[in-house]
């Protein structure tokens, strides 16, 4: 599956920005999604995931309360909507792909079968 990641931007600290991953070539209801980040110099992180029918979600404790994780198996496309931005969530976010039926391995970037190509967020303070 090809994944297309975009909605990455510039905001101020307390703003709002929402990401989308559009997915094509295979059937996306196959698969559950995650979003991860890597800011400079560290590595890639965990965020948020979505299993593949949407019924369940995980979140980072980093991120829990402020990013909602959500996905439209009809435009084969999963979002990532991000409120209360800080300067600290300033990375490059990727989404990702995984055939896996286990939420436990979702935090793990080894569960992932495909990536995007990432999407640039600035928050500035």
């Known amino acids: 599956v090809q994944l297309q990641a975009s909605g990455g931007g510039l905001v101020q600290a307390g703003g709002s920005l929402r990401l989308s991953c559009a997915a094509s070539g295979r059937t996306f209801s196959n698969y559950a999604m995650g979003w991860f980040r890597q800011a400079p110099g560290k590595e890639r992180e965990f965020v948020a995931a979505i299993s593949w029918s949407g019924g369940s979600t995980y979140y980072a404790d980093s991120v829990k309360g402020r990013f909602t994780i959500s996905r439209d198996n009809a435009k084969n496309t999963v979002y990532l909507q991000m409120n209360s931005l800080k300067p600290e969530d300033t990375a490059v976010y990727y989404c990702?792909?995984?055939?896996?039926?286990?939420?436990?391995?979702?935090?793990?970037?080894?569960?992932?079968?495909?990536w995007g190509q990432g999407t640039l967020v600035t928050v500035s303070s």
């Open positions: 990702a792909a995984t055939t896996s039926r286990y939420g436990s391995s979702y935090r793990f970037t080894t569960a992932y079968d495909f």
